[in-house]
């Protein structure tokens, strides 16, 4: 039974919160009541299906319902959780929370996407204070995992529980902060960012796009994947961060910055940094920024991924929990799926389109996979043996795009001995995109020569081999490069 989460207001935050309930699986009811909120949203949720998807190597969850309602008694009904994304002021928000409590259940998380207000300030004049906790988002919500959770002290500590859960299930990362501060941890540290960058237009000393560079081409790369200490600890060579501390910490003491003021922002400022920011970024549309923004966070994610690192960890262990225990199944009359994901925006070429050596990669998966299912997992290649793929042979039938839902159903042609005969297809829906036919050999690690499996893998793959034995041929399977039919 699929969860439902109401979103009240539905700008930029709100649309993104929308996006991820919706492409992980969630219903969501969505109150805002802006006449443009229907396509603003819709918008959002296209961006999100063409680049969150990508993320994962398995299939998401079967989207969601998304459903627009006139009021918020109406579009809380049901709901688990309530995200509040209307703007940063108090006395509307506790309005809304007023009015959410009437109609919400009282075992319903309601969070706030808040960037500033503490939890006890949003629980002034709320009925059930105790299920009203800060959840502080980073834009855009769909893939940046980060969430500041930000329970008060009149905070259930079983709903604290309870949205950590339901954060941690919908791929995001709680930051559980145990002591309210205002503006919460990183905007404190966004903040101390920005007034410095406002002295350094203001004086004439840079450019919006040469802050921007400093940031992108230095510092910043090295924070998207360690953060802050830990790339001082390795600044500090091999002793560490008391070294850095002890070499660095003097200079805090001389007086670089202007932190503790900021810059009035008279027109004249607010122009200068305005004409930058045009002459910068102007060219582009908003939504041109946002699919521009989106793709390099992807990438950027995708190689974290690889490495099994920060975010990319994050990434692995959320795929771990949807994709579940591999098992085979006991109906083997069919071939079996063994990959089902979306294209990822860096799997495409030049043209637009899914370059060849991701075809490769995907019946690549579809063979490990396979091999997973027979028993071949990490404990039996650390006994020494495993496959080693000695042939392959790729047709390509049709072409395919990033963010197209890819599915390859897999028949073993044969699993007897040293050999697995695997033939791939690939397909979106109905459409066959392509097909892959792999030989396989059962080596010793040891040796480097081929060995024969251990009994129970030869008979999980010539139980499926025996069975896959009375369906049809399939097409293409022992063809030769360019031969047709």
């Given amino acids: 039974m699929k969860q439902t989460a109401a979103i009240i207001g539905g700008g930029v935050i709100g649309g993104g ?37 990508g993320l994962s190597d398995v299939a998401l969850p079967s989207e969601g319902n998304l459903s627009f309602h006139d009021t918020m008694s109406d579009a809380v009904q049901g709901a688990s959780w309530i995200q509040e994304s209307v703007p940063e ?39 059930r204070p105790e299920q009203i906790v800060v959840a502080h988002p980073f834009n855009p919500v769909y893939l940046l995992p980060l969430v500041e959770l930000v329970p008060g002290e009149k905070t259930s500590p079983a ?4 949205a950590k859960e339901i954060l941690t299930a919908i791929g995001m990362h709680p930051l559980h902060i145990k002591a309210e501060i205002d503006a919460h941890i990183a905007d404190r540290l966004l903040e101390a ?103 390099n966070l992807v990438t950027i994610l995708r190689g974290l991924k690889a490495q099994d690192w920060g975010a990319g960890a994050l990434l692995n262990a959320q795929d771990q929990r949807i994709a579940g225990k591999p098992v085979l199944s006991d109906d083997l009359s069919k071939p079996i799926v063994t990959v ?44 020494g043996a495993s496959y080693f793929t000695a042939e392959t ?33 690939m397909l979106a829906g109905d459409r066959e995109l392509a097909t892959g036919e792999h030989m396989l050999i059962h080596v010793s690690l040891e040796t480097r020569r081929a060995c024969d499996p251990s009994p129970k893998i030869s008979e999980a793959l010539q139980q499926v081999a025996t069975a896959h034995a009375a369906l049809p041929k399939p097409h293409g399977a022992g063809k030769s490069v360019g031969v047709k039919g």
């Avoid at 991820?20 to 999100?48: Q, S, Y």
């Avoid at 007023?98 to 309601?110: F, K, R, S, T, Y």
């Avoid at 709903?159 to 309870?162: D, H, I, W």
């Fill in 17 to 53: 919160w929308a996006a991820r309930f919706l492409l992980m699986g969630w219903d969501v009811r969505v109150f805002d009541p802006d006449p443009e909120a229907t396509r603003k949203i819709g918008e959002v949720i296209v961006n999100a299906r063409r680049s969150l998807p």
């Fill in 89 to 127: 002021r108090l006395p509307l928000k506790r309005k809304v929370y007023q009015a959410l409590q009437e109609h919400c259940g009282p075992d319903a998380v309601i969070g706030s996407s808040t960037s500033g207000f503490k939890p006890s300030e949003l629980h002034g004049c709320a009925t």
């Fill in 159 to 162: 709903m604290t529980v309870k």
């Fill in 193 to 295: 960012v920005w007034r410095e960058a406002l002295w350094l237009i203001n004086d004439g000393i840079a450019t919006t796009e040469e802050i921007d560079d400093a940031i992108r081409y230095g510092f910043g790369l090295r924070w998207a994947q360690m953060g802050l200490f830990e790339t001082y600890r390795i600044a500090g060579g091999e002793a560490g961060m008391r070294h850095f501390i002890e070499q660095f910490g003097p200079c805090l003491e001389w007086p670089w910055t202007k932190l503790m003021d900021v810059p009035e922002l008279t027109d004249t400022l607010i122009d200068k940094i305005a004409d930058q920011s045009d002459a910068q970024s102007g060219a582009m549309s908003i939504r041109e920024l946002e699919r521009t923004r989106d793709d």
């Fill in 340 to 383: 089902e994901r979306a294209v990822p925006l860096d799997w495409t070429d030049y043209n637009g389109h899914m370059n060849e050596a991701r075809y490769l990669q995907a019946f690549g998966d579809a063979s490990d996979r396979m091999m997973l299912l027979a028993g071949v997992d990490a404990d039996y290649i650390a006994g």
């Fill in 393 to 425: 042979h790729i047709r390509h039938i049709d072409e395919v795009h990033a963010g197209t839902v890819i599915r390859v159903e897999t028949q073993v042609l044969s699993g007897s001995g040293k050999k697995m005969h695997l033939f791939h297809r």
